[in-house]
């Protein structure tokens, strides 16, 4: 079964750093491109950064940009969200998604991490 | 700064047919845009259903068809189930400068 895991929310104070993972197995993940997307309370959902298959490509949302770093280890078939400067406003649900060969066509999601940012 | 829009709420009758649509602010929406659709129900992570505006992933029920309507992005509903009451999320592709960009979401009610 294609699946994705993700891992390592938690409380974290503003100002303060956080590293997601996403744990993918039953497919080869270094052959995918992959997303970040975060959802806050009771709001919708905002894409929020992209990595190509090698790691060598990546985007982000302006929103985040210069605080939010997306990576990749493809020995370890994990995907990495790096948190820094967090605010607030970053609060949400994180679910990692698989791009399946056509851009932003997420095929295979996480059940997603909780980051909490408060003092 | 780029917005996408889809309609707040949508209510629909058992049986009955429904369209979404996915709107920019930039213009009329292309195939260059890879339109794509998400359905979210309560508690639970987004499940992809259309990509590159019409294809259908492989568990995605025959009644959810995607097109291009009059410049928008469409999802149509034919044949309208209880359990497709639900969030549905639109999402547009806007180059490599600048990714994507999610609608703010359609609240389907099956009534």
């Known amino acids: 079964e294609e699946q994705l895991v993700e891992s390592g929310g938690g409380l974290v104070q503003p100002g303060g750093s956080l590293r997601l993972s996403c744990a993918a197995s039953?497919?080869?993940?270094?052959?995918?491109?992959m997303h970040w997307v975060r959802q806050a309370p009771g709001k919708g959902l905002v894409w929020v950064s992209r990595?190509?298959?090698?790691?060598?490509?990546?985007i982000n949302a302006d929103s985040v940009k210069g605080r939010l770093s997306i990576s990749r280890d493809n020995a370890k078939n994990t995907l990495y969200l790096q948190m820094d400067s967090l605010r607030a406003e970053d609060t949400a649900v994180y679910y990692c998604?698989?791009?399946?060969?056509?851009?932003?066509?997420?095929?295979?999601w996480g059940q997603g991490t909780t980051v909490t940012v408060s003092s | 700064q780029t917005v996408v829009t889809q309609e707040p709420s949508l209510t629909v009758s058992p049986g009955g047919t429904v369209t979404l649509t996915c709107a920019s602010s930039?213009?009329?929406?292309?195939?260059?845009?890879?339109p794509s659709w998400f359905q979210q129900k309560p508690g639970q992570a987004p499940r992809a259903l259309i990509y590159?505006?019409?294809n259908r992933h492989s568990w995605t029920p025959a009644r959810f068809s995607g097109s291009l309507l009059g410049g928008k992005a469409a999802l149509t509903l034919s044949g309208v189930q209880p359990e497709d009451e639900a969030d549905y999320y639109c999402?547009?592709?806007?180059?490599?400068?600048?990714?994507?960009?999610f609608g703010g979401g359609t609240k389907l009610t099956v009534l």
């Open positions: 039953g497919f080869n993940f270094s052959n995918y491109w």
């Open positions: 990595i190509n298959s090698d790691g060598t490509y990546t």
């Open positions: 930039t213009g009329a929406v292309t195939s260059t845009f890879y």
């Open positions: 999402l547009l592709y806007y180059g490599g400068a600048q990714g994507g960009v």
């Open positions: 998604a698989r791009e399946n060969k056509i851009a932003f066509a997420m095929d295979v």
């Open positions: 590159s505006t019409s």
